[in-house]
């Protein structure tokens, strides 16, 4: 069987290296490029390990990626990079790949309906590496009534709420079940990452905000539920491990990759928690903004823009949620295309600095 190309943006970030680490174990695959932003040695040192052919630098902007993507429309295309500028790629990687693997959320969050268009008009597959919704692609069903999502509810999630004030970078990098990056570890805490989440489940599944409940489940196995009209619930468990969505959806609808450790059932209670409003506000707020695509725009510029502040110490980490929520409220428009996305994300940036420095 001709192997099948792959190319990875984000290569050196911990998404990029664990599809590496399964490529390799799975085989069958042939890596013609892979992205890196800052870290040239791993990348070149990921590419000799791994044998990918091509490494190319994205710090100065991405139409090298872009042109290659056009060049040699790859069968699949793996998406791992954080932020607003993983949507344009997506939408080049939709044109011109068979099936996009994607990781980045703030694509569908930004410009969902965008990346809706783009997969229908380039026939592609779009399959979701987040682990949610890569456990909900499993056990979906046209008769679903309402989806459950599981948060761990980050690495404050114990901490008085009085006391979130104090927090510094270092306390809110120790995720306690996933191994992240930086910015998703602190969109963990601020559960900014599960309202992202929310609204990606919206896009993906056709479902709305009220049909998408997350619950906080500390155990991490259970990584998201269907409720079904005749009162079945379905639920997706396994150990939090990204490299089980990597592999199916690399692989699907096949299950080539063998990885045969199970969680206990036996004195394993599965709890589930409701997500405390005033721990968690932004979270709340993706629910608000549903179906206005200029604000979710402005909830992830504003969030970027945040946990670099709060990475610099410039920031409280109480002072994320207050700032994300300003620039919510002060963005509006109805973005027609991409560079009207683009501006909203620019105008959002610069008024979140503004609050940031009105602190
Ligand atoms: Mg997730």
């Given at each position: 069987m001709a192997e099948r190309t792959v190319v990875i943006v984000g290569m050196t970030g911990s998404m990029g290296l664990q599809s590496l680490e399964v490529i390799k174990k799975l085989g069958s695959f042939d890596v013609l490029a892979g992205t890196y932003h800052e870290n040239r040695n791993s990348a070149e040192k990921l590419a000799r390990e791994f044998g990918v052919k091509k490494v190319l630098c994205t710090k100065d902007g991405y139409d090298d990626l872009l042109?290659?993507?056009?060049?040699?429309?790859?069968?699949?295309?793996?998406?791992?990079?954080?932020?607003?500028?993983?949507?344009?790629?997506?939408?080049?990687?939709?044109?011109?790949?068979?099936?996009?693997?994607?990781?980045?959320?703030?694509?569908?969050?930004?410009?969902?309906?965008?990346?809706?268009?783009?997969?229908?008009?380039?026939g592609c597959e779009l399959i979701p590496l987040d682990s949610e919704h890569s456990a909900l692609m499993q056990i979906y069903e046209p008769e679903v009534e309402k989806v459950m999502l599981t948060s761990s509810g980050g690495a404050l999630r114990d901490w008085n709420i009085e006391d979130l004030d104090r927090a510094k970078p270092e306390d809110v990098l120790k995720h306690p079940v996933w191994r992240m990056g930086k910015r998703i570890t602190i969109d963990s805490a601020t559960m900014v990452n599960k309202g992202f989440e929310v609204l990606e489940a919206c896009e993906l599944f056709k479902l709305s905000a009220n049909q998408v409940e997350v619950l906080i489940h500390r155990e991490g196995l259970v990584h998201a539920a269907v409720f079904l009209k005749d009162g079945t619930i379905k639920m997706h468990l396994g150990f939090p491990d990204m490299k089980i969505p990597i592999a199916y959806g690399l692989t699907y609808p096949k299950r080539n990759y063998e990885n045969k450790s199970w969680p206990d059932l036996i004195g394993t209670p599965l709890k589930f928690e409701r997500v405390d409003e005033k721990?968690?506000?932004?979270?709340?707020?993706?629910?608000e903004i549903e179906k206005d695509y200029a604000k979710r725009t402005a909830y992830n510029a504003a969030d970027e823009v945040c946990v670099e502040a709060f990475l610099q110490n410039r920031i409280k980490f109480t002072h994320i949620a207050k700032v994300i929520e300003r620039v919510v409220e002060k963005i509006e428009g109805k973005p027609r295309d991409f560079e009207d996305l683009k501006s909203i994300d620019e105008e959002s940036r610069r008024i979140a600095k503004e609050v940031i420095e009105c602190l």
């Amino acid at each position: 069987m001709a192997e099948r190309t792959v190319v990875i943006v984000g290569m050196t970030g911990s998404m990029g290296l664990q599809s590496l680490e399964v490529i390799k174990k799975l085989g069958s695959f042939d890596v013609l490029a892979g992205t890196y932003h800052e870290n040239r040695n791993s990348a070149e040192k990921l590419a000799r390990e791994f044998g990918v052919k091509k490494v190319l630098c994205t710090k100065d902007g991405y139409d090298d990626l872009l042109r290659l993507l056009e060049e040699h429309r790859p069968d699949v295309t793996l998406i791992c990079i954080p932020g607003f500028v993983s949507l344009q790629i997506t939408l080049k990687a939709l044109e011109t790949s068979k099936r996009v693997l994607l990781a980045s959320k703030e694509a569908l969050v930004c410009g969902g309906w965008l990346v809706r268009e783009a997969k229908e008009k380039g026939g592609c597959e779009l399959i979701p590496l987040d682990s949610e919704h890569s456990a909900l692609m499993q056990i979906y069903e046209p008769e679903v009534e309402k989806v459950m999502l599981t948060s761990s509810g980050g690495a404050l999630r114990d901490w008085n709420i009085e006391d979130l004030d104090r927090a510094k970078p270092e306390d809110v990098l120790k995720h306690p079940v996933w191994r992240m990056g930086k910015r998703i570890t602190i969109d963990s805490a601020t559960m900014v990452n599960k309202g992202f989440e929310v609204l990606e489940a919206c896009e993906l599944f056709k479902l709305s905000a009220n049909q998408v409940e997350v619950l906080i489940h500390r155990e991490g196995l259970v990584h998201a539920a269907v409720f079904l009209k005749d009162g079945t619930i379905k639920m997706h468990l396994g150990f939090p491990d990204m490299k089980i969505p990597i592999a199916y959806g690399l692989t699907y609808p096949k299950r080539n990759y063998e990885n045969k450790s199970w969680p206990d059932l036996i004195g394993t209670p599965l709890k589930f928690e409701r997500v405390d409003e005033k721990r968690y506000p932004a979270f709340y707020l993706a629910y608000e903004i549903e179906k206005d695509y200029a604000k979710r725009t402005a909830y992830n510029a504003a969030d970027e823009v945040c946990v670099e502040a709060f990475l610099q110490n410039r920031i409280k980490f109480t002072h994320i949620a207050k700032v994300i929520e300003r620039v919510v409220e002060k963005i509006e428009g109805k973005p027609r295309d991409f560079e009207d996305l683009k501006s909203i994300d620019e105008e959002s940036r610069r008024i979140a600095k503004e609050v940031i420095e009105c602190l």
